[in-house]
């Protein structure tokens, strides 16, 4: 420990100017905006004893809205792989006319407030809306439902699945597809063994990042949801539900138990990201 303590204040093996100066403000910030709310989190549920987080363990409404945050994000993330490689297969090896226009608004759903964006789908998708209308006169109803929560789910992650496969598309030479169909391959064979299998690590990775979205989404989803408990309520607007309650130890023990979960997802996807990038470099 002192060696290790000693080679880092000395700037470890890096010749670059400034090293522990960069490195120390790194530390530091990083502990500052993440590692001390997230130790404010976990610690606060159990000031007022254990009492508060037991007793939300026995409540089913809690269980029922991450249950509804929770499948609802996997399965927006899940439709979101084929519509996002598609997407990005388009802006890469497509030459269509307003490709770049394209390109701009895919980051739209990044920029755009999640309230308007939520108000936006609500009022497409609502009985009476341009969408909603005709979908309702043949029996699909999509806002006030869970179908509108993975819709506005899908709109809000789609982003993280392009943009995460978009680099290793283009890194990915246009010669190896041309030369297995000179080889033969069908076209499947060439999508799957060719295209998607070096792209696997890239597709958990941001199925990952919109699972992640999802799961912490509020503004969007709230004014689509329809908001009813046991049926369409997420975990993040019953956090805000209890705070308005002053059931603050409630709200935080909510919050415990969404970011435990999400923190056991995520390293399981990374566990397996990991396990895939080296199948693929062992392949």
């Known amino acids: 420990m002192k060696r290790a303590f000693t080679l ?21 910030w990083t502990g500052f905006f993440i590692i001390l709310p997230l130790c404010a989190l976990v ?26 945050s929770f499948s609802s994000a ?19 090896r497509g030459d269509l006319p307003g490709r ?8 739209i759903p990044l920029a755009l407030p999640t309230a308007v964006s939520g108000i936006t789908l609500a ?11 005709p979908l309702s006169k043949v029996g699909l109803s999509v806002a006030y439902t869970r179908s509108g929560i993975i819709l506005a789910l899908m709109f809000v992650g789609l982003p993280f ?62 004014f689509i949801a329809g908001n009813q408990p046991f049926k369409s309520e997420i975990a993040p607007l019953l956090i805000v539900v209890r705070l308005q309650e002053f059931d603050y130890p409630g709200a935080t023990a909510i919050a415990l138990i969404l970011l435990l979960a999400s923190l056991s997802v995520l390293v399981c996807l990374g566990v397996l990201r990991r396990r895939v990038s080296a199948w693929s470099v062992g392949a």
């Open 8 to 28: 880092f204040w000395r700037g470890g093996y890096s010749a670059l100017p400034g090293y522990r100066f960069s490195l120390l403000f790194t530390v530091f």
């Open 43 to 68: 610690i606060r549920p159990w000031q007022d004893g254990v009492g508060p987080v037991v007793a939300e363990l026995h409540d089913a409404r809690m269980f029922a809205a991450l249950w509804t």
């Open 74 to 92: 996997a399965v927006a993330a899940l439709l979101n792989v084929p519509l996002g490689l598609f997407l990005a297969w388009m802006l890469v």
């Open 100 to 107: 770049h226009i394209a390109n701009a608004l895919i980051d």
């Open 123 to 133: 009022t497409l998708y609502s009985p009476q809306g341009w969408l909603g209308f």
């Open 161 to 222: 699945m392009v943009r995460t496969v978009e680099p290793v598309l283009r890194s990915l030479p246009q010669e190896l597809e041309e030369a297995a169909k000179l080889l033969g391959a069908r076209p499947w064979q060439i999508i799957t063994r060719v295209i998607i299998a070096p792209l696997r690590p890239a597709l958990l990775t941001g199925f990952g990042l919109a699972f992640a979205r999802g799961v912490g989404e509020y503004g969007s989803v709230i």
